[in-house]
């Protein structure tokens, strides 16, 4: 049984990797963090959880922590992994990072993006990129593993298969991305009010999200090793969960329906969470909701010799605890997809 | 493992009778019955199961279903069950019917609150009313399980342990239900589009919804055997799932919390499903979704002597495919609640 | 022109004044109050004020806005109103208090309910409660006008017929009402965020809602002169805007649908505002969103000898700014629907 | 007081219509066209018209109406106008065609994408593309009026001072569109329902929406005069009301800010319905719903150097209703903004 540490349980992504590993077989949740809520019982900041968790919240203490726990998830705002971790801490522990501290190699663009220091860069190097299908033998034998960014693991699922076999050309891709209201976090914000949110629709960070240099480094890896510049455009949907990606690229040859989707089934035929629609559907984020699985789909447009790429995906699991899960189990050697085969739950 | 057909597997019911099943380690389905998609791939219909479900659907054929499956489950119409079941497919096999055909005892009052004339009231006295919680012993022999109505569900669950211990004048009961959209179907109609939907709330049925006098039969059995008369109105609320009750009662005499809090654990403090809120905590649906929790609390009200119950549940479990496959469990004698532990998803 | 100020302008009920009144042919807002967000620009705050609203919010100065206003709202916290208001100000303008300091009669009464000193009490006598329909020839010479709450305003115009002519048991009122999130009001608070809120249902405030002691002196007023005492239960419902009351009480004697429309028409029929739906048609919150009608109807239940009174009403509306400014034409001797005769938007 | 029919009236835009034409000073609705409802009272099928409007449905008669109505508005499925407009009727009234019928001038290019014959291609050429910012004048001399399309409106006016004045590579333009569900009509379809739609956001017809070759034309006439070559992808979002649109082109060349800004102003300041927000603000549907103005603004990304053009509509009011308001005012000669300066409501 994998002992398991939570700091920043009581987010919406920390509570969603308390709902994921409640059903895994072989995780056992030994440490509830939550600054905000201490001593506080978990069921009381999650009424879900009421006769399911027993525990309180604890404060943040990573060297307990790290003494209890095989695997640390932390699901905390940007700056506090890199702020905690030490290698006296990954001598004894594993650490799923699912803040963007160890995200991105180069420093001084996380500086930038990010607006803060980076606390612990020595660690970047080391650190894996934890996108299972792309990274996953990396994965199994890391300490720590820097877990995507919620937009960045649709977009650049989305977009590899073309990207790797160079079949577009990098310099047109447009990413416009649209994501329910869980992605914003449980911040008390009057933007975030049910009334602010409801019935409308905005894009925001255009041009300045940060999850920008994120999608342009791993796409660059996948083409010849440095970042690709890109636009990359999110929005807000009165929705709980879901990601939806459309992604726009100039084909740099003529190609079929067929041959595009062989270059995608070369890539994700034998992937359980990525799924390649059927030829004319839409990914939905409907269909993926509460799941791990990523669906993608493409629509070449012979007027204008683009390909339209669409990704859909719950943001709360495969966007991050879900992944999360994915990477815990890669790492400590479990089947890679235990407790994380729950169909989607729909309507 | 327990073979399972499904007749009606393209509604919301039946679809979410799949996602349990699939989630169930003791069960397989081997019968996706859908009249209205025959041929057509499930996963075509409900796009969540795409690359889990590959079966196709298939027109209801109750002898063949009766020789291959276990349990047969009936998420269809009013009347449809009772016209497919007779002795020689209830000597085959178990039917867990989720239409109201077997729920209500005496026919007239069947016939009358339902339009229809009834095919099968030879069954109806051997029928188990297949609220698991109150009827768990006679569920485990029974052949045929009339598993109960969603509203009706969450209405005696709340004021089950009130009447049964005679609290309350039960004359004096007041139901006033609020569902989430899942709960009016899947089928095309106007006053259920989105649009329609969406930005409302309204009363429906007044007076007249075809779930009270189920209400009134199983809570009069905790009484003293005769129906209650109670008034029961239901609401359209703009949500996919979730059902809310808020109930009425005058209380016979002067009790306390403590008092009142007593006898809900007397009859609740070993239910895995029904959980008793803390003091002062109003039950939420968003606590339930996905789950096969019953939430309830109540509070008493000095100035009128009224106690107000209340209880939240997801409609399509509890309230329909978790119940029947609690159900299932019972019957087939395995562990009441394999299948159904999944905890509550949020947001 | 009538010149207008609004206290508390950038909240919902506030923002809601400023719509209104831009389109209202004979009033002038000359001053948009707001602590919160002083010498900001309101287009600032509520962005579809863009190039319609030039003014910027300014803080509140009762003193300079009695001598620049024919009339001043407050749509502001409990309290602060009952703080501010004294003879020179009401010398000079009128003041219409969407708070609820100058409701309720009885002083002890208030300060239970709403926990707090009353700071006027003195004016309380002369405040004038502003249900148009009910209190129209006082409102017409009033200085202070105590705006009605919005859960109020719905369930004493759904239930003042009945209760006026005695047709009910004063004492098994029972009130269950469902609102929008606007009614929340405009603060940053996680119970409100929209993934909160979004996909739920609940009861709150369960025998302790403000709006319980008024709702009953008013209806009190309508058959004996003293309070009745009843059941009220608010629930917060996944949309904007909207209310709808659900009430419920036992009739004296046995009576017809025609017998009991007759006396909702002898009240509404010359009612602009107060519109008594068809036999058989429930009240939906959609078809009065965005104006000032409240829709009112009733069922008779033979079985129980209950009525089943429904009402629906825009919270912001004529549960707030619409009302207010329907007091305003009335004290200012404009025609009563001024500016308050936009059709429902729907969908 | 213009006299107006309305043939379509029991659409979501054909209401819209009702209430927009209620709130007009100059207009009177003679005849309120329903096939679907024919002698069905209006307000039995939109209750928010209850004591509102008095009339009933009536079937199709172009003939007499006609010779009633001074204006004729056809909110209706492609290929209706077309085959009920001729020579005769046009010489008696005006005709605003808010189906796709007359936007196109290319008669093979309507066929295609449309998949229907066109049955009147003799009005095409005098048919007036009725975007009124752009064609304004033409507009005030025209008897038959092309109303835009909904996703076309707001794209247009986005892009247009773009590619007027050239500064962008018109072939590098991408819309990719987000539409409330009101766009689909009240057409009874399981894809419509509240639960299919809520909790979803998806892509549709992408690469091949009606949409698409009406931008293309009306951008052409604004560069060159023959149609561009664009993609157009659109989606559907989880809400009633709005439209938003982000579109991408490449800068030909480097351009401040300011030099954009300039453009915008150059073409809008004037405008009373399009909006240029300021600076760093992006648009919102929520500050346009109910209301005929479009918010449009961009940002310049120095990194890529595209800009990203974003412009947000209530898709019933300028997107269809409001827009033909505006066009029926220019061709009566009333001043263009009558019925139509009524503020966005929020919440």
Request: charged share 25%.
């Amino acid at each position: 049984m994998v002992k398991v540490g939570i700091i920043g349980s009581t987010g919406y992504a920390g509570q969603e990797l308390v709902r994921i590993l409640l059903a895994h077989k072989d995780a056992e949740i030994v440490w509830y963090g939550s600054r905000s809520y201490i001593d506080k019982k978990y069921s009381d900041v999650y009424g879900n959880m009421f006769e399911i968790v027993d525990a309180k919240c604890l404060d943040d203490n990573m060297d307990e922590l790290a003494s209890k726990a095989d695997v640390i998830f932390t699901a905390t705002p940007q700056g506090l992994c890199a702020s905690l971790v030490n290698e006296d801490i990954l001598s004894k522990t594993k650490i799923v990072d699912l803040s963007a501290d160890f995200r991105i190699k180069d420093v001084a663009t996380y500086e930038k993006w990010y607006g803060i220091e980076h606390k612990s860069p020595e660690f970047i190097e080391e650190a894996v990129y934890g996108l299972c299908e792309i990274n996953r033998d990396k994965i199994k034998s890391a300490r720590l593993i820097a877990n995507p960014g919620c937009y960045t693991t649709c977009s650049i699922l989305s977009l590899y298969p073309l990207v790797k076999e160079r079949l577009i050309d990098v310099n047109s891709i447009i990413v416009d991305a649209k994501s329910g209201t869980s992605g914003a976090g449980r911040g008390a914000k009057v933007a975030n009010l049910y009334c602010e949110v409801n019935e409308s629709i905005k894009a925001y960070g255009v041009t300045t999200h940060r999850h920008t240099p994120e999608i342009e480094e791993q796409l660059g890896y996948a083409y010849d090793g440095t970042p690709l510049t890109l636009n990359f455009t999110p929005h807000l949907v009165p929705m709980n969960r879901g990601i939806l990606v459309t992604a726009y690229a100039n084909l740099i040859n003529d190609l079929s329906y067929e041959d595009v989707k062989a270059v995608y089934d070369k890539y994700y035929k034998s992937e359980t969470f990525v799924r390649v629609l059927d030829k004319g559907v839409c990914p939905e984020t409907r269909w993926v909701e509460g799941s791990n699985y990523v669906d993608v789909n493409f629509v070449i447009d012979p007027r204008t010799n683009r390909i339209v790429v669409m990704g859909a995906m719950d943001n709360l699991v495969k966007g991050a605890a879900g992944q999360a899960v994915q990477n815990m189990n890669l790492i400590m050697g479990l089947p890679e997809t235990e407790g994380l085969m729950m169909p989607p739950l729909f309507p």
